[in-house]
């Protein structure tokens, strides 16, 4: 049997220097991953701050909250409705 990758050996020297150079890499990563995040963190916080919520928007949402509030009961009512007409339905038939 052939060796499929010829002259060349790997050893477990290698492969440890390897690993070891994949794993420094993924720390630094973690952390400029970490220090970018605690920055953006502090920039949107920043921003928060200084932008204050436009009237406008407050009074849109007061606007969608009251018509989300008016309309729940309409899904409830159809299902009643719904429940009723399935006791009707079914009430002859378990009745003798």
Known sequence: MTDPL????IGAREIYDAVVRVGTAVERLTDQ???IERT????????????????QVIDHESRLRAL???RWPLPAASLLVALAAL????LPKLTP
């Open 68 to 70: 989300e509030s008016a």
């Open 6 to 9: 010829g002259p060349v050996q």
């Open 40 to 55: 953006v963190d502090g920039h949107d916080e920043q921003l928060r701050l200084l932008t204050p919520v436009p009237a």
């Open 33 to 35: 991953h970490a220090d």
């Open 87 to 90: 006791a009707v339905g079914l």
